[in-house]
């Protein structure tokens, strides 16, 4: 089945939304539970390269990915024909009854991919949640120890461990607790917001990792503590890149006291940053990592990998699940791996780095309610604040968004006041769609 190629430039049919989009909405009201939110109020019918089409012939500029999602594209190619090959022939029959090949090649590609050249198995699943609840779970059984330190601005997900982990209440945790036991909070390095405090703390992050690290040992004590969960950069807290060396000394420091260092890099990884992944930038090797989103070509999988040591530890048959491996998703995983490596994805987030941060540094040059630019690869963000202060401005940030959306190009917001502005192009768009993006975020931004 082939449909024709999507048009690679951005067109507007009818107003944001239009009438079909306004129709499903519709429906949508009577038929779908009200908490789940939308970004955009149009509906989909089409996606690929660097373009959302909607339902009304509206064609997007997409900044977004499907949040870091469609890094290979949303339709790509080698991702295509794998899966389609795959449904005709099986789409389950579950890893833990009879298993199949594209389950152990998955494995044996992270762990060739994955930081490091020590000995390495995995585990595969559904979602990211469901990775970081099994990297607990593994690095509880391996340590024999329950508590789990976590990070201020971190997400890991909206189920009850990982709503315990994600540090934001509204909207991942507000009433829906109580939340698992034995998870504690820590401060991160937030080069930023540190620098307003002590300009060394924010720069040195070693100096940040002491001040974590006094937290740990005065509030939980090794002894206690199983694992050390953190996003190398904090994705939905705001594009948070920690100061150089703060990752080191906090892994430092779990290796001294015999804690687990789970890295999860579910929204940086496979290629988002620049490098496979963004552990790579330190350099570090993490004892586990926790990769979904970008994996399989927007299809759902999502993986533990780690030391074999460690991800040995729980009991046969102490880890799976019903879907985990799904063999189409599985197909789809190994052609988007070979769509990073034959096309050279990570040279292309390279390039892609360069441009949003040269336009983005301009505007920022010209504009002080831009307080920080930050970010490394296609995952770029514009922290916005009151003019001349570090005040966050979440209504400005809103408004900006909104306004790009009407312009047709798909950007998304996060930060834990609400007040970034986060770019997750997909690595197939071309240079002129991403320019043309950034000069409609950067126009809209100059009229508010
Ligand atoms: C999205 C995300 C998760 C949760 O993944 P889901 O697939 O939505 O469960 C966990 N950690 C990070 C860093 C994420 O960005």
């Not at 540190?194 to 690290?213: F, Q």
């Not at 390279?350 to 307080?371: M, T, V």
């Amino acid at each position: 089945m082939s449909v024709p190629p999507l048009p690679q430039s951005r067109h507007l049919a009818t107003e944001i939304p239009g009438p079909g989009s306004v129709q499903l909405a519709r429906r949508r009201e009577a038929a779908v539970a009200r908490g789940v939110a939308s970004t955009l109020p149009v509906y989909a019918a089409r996606a690929g390269g660097g373009i959302v089409e909607d339902v009304d012939g509206n064609r997007l500029i997409d900044l977004g990915s499907g949040i870091a999602v469609t890094t290979v594209g949303a339709a790509a190619p080698r991702v295509v024909d794998a899966v389609q090959r795959q449904v005709a022939e099986f789409t389950h029959t579950c890893f833990m009854v009879t298993p199949y090949e594209g389950y152990v090649a998955v494995a044996e590609a992270l762990n060739r991919i994955t930081p490091g050249s020590h000995e390495k198995t995995s585990v595969l699943v559904n979602s990211g949640s469901e990775a970081l609840e099994n990297a607990v779970k593994i690095a509880r059984a391996h340590t024999r120890k329950t508590a789990v330190v976590a990070f201020d601005h971190g997400y890991h997900g909206r189920t009850n461990l990982t709503m315990a982990l994600t540090a934001k209440s509204m909207p991942y945790k507000s009433g829906f607790g109580p939340f698992a036991p034995d998870i504690y909070r820590a401060p991160t390095s937030y080069p930023y917001r540190d620098g307003l405090i002590d300009k060394d703390l924010g720069s040195d992050g070693t100096r940040a990792a002491e001040r974590t690290i006094r937290v740990i040992e005065s509030q939980i004590g090794a002894a206690n503590l199983a694992a050390l969960v953190i996003e190398p950069i904090h994705g939905e807290g705001g594009f948070i890149v920690p100061a150089p060396g703060f990752l080191p000394a906090l892994l430092a420091w779990c290796r001294d006291n015999n804690v687990v260092f789970v890295a999860d890099e579910v929204q940086t990884g496979f290629a988002r940053t620049g490098a496979m992944f963004a552990c790579e930038h330190e350099p570090i090797v993490p004892d586990l990592i926790c990769t979904a989103k970008g994996i399989a070509g927007g299809l759902p999988l999502a993986a533990v990998t780690g030391s074999a040591d460690i991800m040995d530890a729980p009991h046969l048959s102490g880890l799976g699940g019903t879907f985990g491996g799904n063999p189409v998703a599985c197909a789809a995983a190994l052609a988007a791996l070979t769509a990073v490596e034959a096309d050279d994805l990570l040279g292309r987030a390279r390039q892609i780095e360069r441009l949003i941060l040269d336009r983005l540094g301009r505007a920022q040059a010209d504009d002080d309610r831009i307080g920080d630019v930050r970010g490394r690869g296609a995952m770029i963000a514009v922290e916005l604040v009151q003019p001349d202060t570090a005040e966050p401005d979440p209504g400005l940030t809103k408004a900006l968004a909104a306004a790009c959306h009407r312009a047709g190009v798909i950007v998304l917001t996060c930060g834990t006041f609400g007040n970034v502005v986060r770019l997750l192009p997909p690595l197939t768009i071309s240079d002129e769609l991403l320019a043309e993006g950034l000069d409609v975020l950067t126009g809209e931004l100059a009229k508010l």
